[in-house]
Structure formats: structure tokens, C-alpha cells
């Protein structure tokens, strides 16, 4: 049971839609993106496939909070690219280079994410092998933590700083905040878009994580439904609406979930399990054990 599975659509049978007043799928698909699953949370061929396959349908990937190998940015030779197109940037600064920036069209600053709202992130150590750690600059076998703040963002002024800096360092990316749904959320994006933010993300109660504590698990954020709407009528109400783009995500399956989000306010579509059962994906739900059955959310 969802908020919108209660939701139901009013339909005229007299009124038609011309067809040539839709949007093609070819544009429709740019408005899709992967959810923020890092280098490490899963394996680099699965990391890999989703960049490559977002990349040629017009979409973008998420690299999540790990950093991305410098190899990765170099084209195919069949002209397929694995290099994400949205670059994240968590508190944890894992991977944070002058390099990886240079090549984002989208910084995305994670202030929180929904399956955690308010905590940080763990890599356990047994999942971080030579690559991962060199690719994030740290010791192999040694858990990695991601502090629950910012430690250079304490306030809207602080966030200004660093959506500035980053602005210079890449003056052709967009730069992404991403939030989660809960109660005040709208004020909070006010906030996000006066400090110059191009895009803006609301995330649902139902974000994954690799390896989110039973408490995170329990209290969760709230519906993305809310956290959308809310922010919408608040941007609009002080006329900042135009500023940014809107996106949500968590738990996003159907095309019905898509057409309530962008009725709600959305602009962007963000999926993460989705692609992941594409990939091959059976739920075994071990993500942060590095015993995944199908590879995916590991090296063996």
C-alpha cells in the first residue's frame, strides 16, 4: 500500500489528446535517471551497465558517493560511454577529484537520502578490495564511513559556498541538491534554490541502501508524494519555482507512479531497483554482506 495507489485519475471519454501534442519517447526518456548506487554498494559491471545504458537512450546515471575510475571517462570504441553522467558528492568526499568533477554534466551534493534520513553511510570493510579503496582513496579491508552532516555545511550560507565552488571548477554542470521528503522539506528547497541550485531532488521513504541499521529501516522519510508536492506549492508561493528542476525518486515503477510524480510537481524520474532486476536482480536482499547471488552487489 502507497499514497498513490489511493490516488485515482479523473478521465473525460469525450476528450482526446492529439498525438502530435505528445512528447516523443526519444524526449520522454531524458527525464529518467538511476538512483545514486556507488562503486562498491555494487560491482563495476553493474556500476558500468547502467552509465552505458542510461548513456545511449539520452538518460543519466547516478556514480552514488564512491568516486569513478578515471579509465571510464575515455569514449568506447563503439562510442558507448561508461561515464556517469550525475556525479555525487557526499559527505565522505570518497573519490572527490579535480578530474571527476571536470567530467559531470550534474554535481549532485547528497544532504540525505530516504532509506536513512539524518544518518550517514557505511561501506563495510570486507567490501572494500584494492580497487574500491584506490578509486576512494583509502586502505583495503577498512570499513568507510560517511558522517551524517557536511562538515563544510552548517547552514544555507555554507551551501552557497559549495554550490559556487563547484560551479567554478565545472562552470557546464548543473548543480543538483538532494533532499528527502519530510515534514518542512518545502522551506528547506526554498532555501536550496536562493543559494543558486540548478536541480533539486526529493527523495521517498522507500530509497534504498546497502547498509541501513534497523533503526534507519523503521524511520524512514516520508512519501515522496508529500515531499513533491510540498516543495512544489512552496517554490511557487515565492516564486522560485523557475529557478530549478525537480526531481523525486524512491520506489518509482510504473509508469502510473511516473504521471502522479510529474502531476505532483516533478520535472525528472529517478529509478534505482528497477534497473537493478533488469540487470538480474532476485531480492535476496545481502547487498552489504558481499554474498550477492548474482554479482551485482559484489566482486564474486
Keep these: 500500500m502507497s499514497l498513490r495507489g489511493l490516488l485515482e485519475f479523473k478521465q473525460s471519454r469525450n476528450r482526446q489528446v492529439d498525438i502530435n501534442k505528445i512528447e516523443p519517447a526519444s524526449k520522454i526518456v531524458q527525464k529518467f535517471c538511476t538512483g545514486a548506487m556507488s562503486f562498491g554498494s555494487i560491482s563495476s559491471e553493474a556500476h558500468e551497465t547502467l552509465a552505458i545504458a542510461m548513456n545511449r537512450i539520452g538518460g ?50 547528497k544532504i540525505a537520502q530516504g532509506a536513512k534520513p539524518g544518518e550517514g553511510g557505511e561501506l563495510p570493510g570486507r567490501k572494500v578490495d584494492e580497487k ?24 544555507i550560507e555554507d551551501l552557497s559556498q559549495l554550490i559556487f565552488d563547484l560551479k567554478n571548477a565545472n562552470p557546464k554542470a548543473e548543480i543538483s541538491v538532494k533532499l528527502v521528503a519530510e515534514t518542512g522539506v518545502g522551506t528547506i528547497a526554498a532555501g536550496v534554490a536562493k543559494a543558486h541550485a540548478d536541480h533539486i531532488v526529493i527523495s521517498g521513504d522507500v530509497g534504498g541502501t546497502g547498509a541501513s541499521p534497523l533503526t534507519s529501516i523503521k524511520h524512514a522519510g516520508m512519501p515522496w508524494e508529500l515531499g513533491i508536492a510540498e516543495v512544489h506549492q512552496t517554490l511557487v508561493l515565492n516564486d522560485l519555482r523557475s529557478r530549478v528542476t525537480l526531481q523525486t525518486d524512491g520506489g518509482i515503477k510504473t509508469g502510473r507512479d511516473v504521471v502522479i510524480a510529474a502531476m505532483l510537481g516533478a520535472e525528472e524520474f529517478g529509478f534505482s531497483t528497477a534497473p537493478l532486476i533488469t540487470m538480474g536482480c532476485i531480492m535476496m536482499r545481502k547487498c552489504h554482506m558481499n554474498t550477492c547471488p548474482v554479482g551485482i552487489a559484489t566482486k564474486g
Excluded at 563503439?78 to 571536470?102: C, E, L, M, P
Excluded at 574500491?132 to 547552514?155: E, K, N
Design 132 to 155: 574500491i579503496a584506490s578509486i576512494r582513496y583509502s586502505t583495503p579491508g577498512v570499513g568507510l564511513i560517511s558522517p551524517p552532516p557536511h562538515h563544510d555545511i552548517y547552514s
Design 60 to 109: 543519466k546515471s547516478n556514480s552514488g558517493e564512491g568516486g569513478e575510475d578515471p579509465q571510464r571517462y575515455k569514449l568506447l570504441k563503439n562510442g558507448d560511454s561508461k561515464s556517469s553522467a550525475i556525479k555525487q558528492i557526499a559527505s565522505g568526499r570518497f573519490g572527490v577529484t579535480t578530474n571527476y568533477i571536470a567530467n559531470a554534466k550534474q554535481l549532485q551534493i
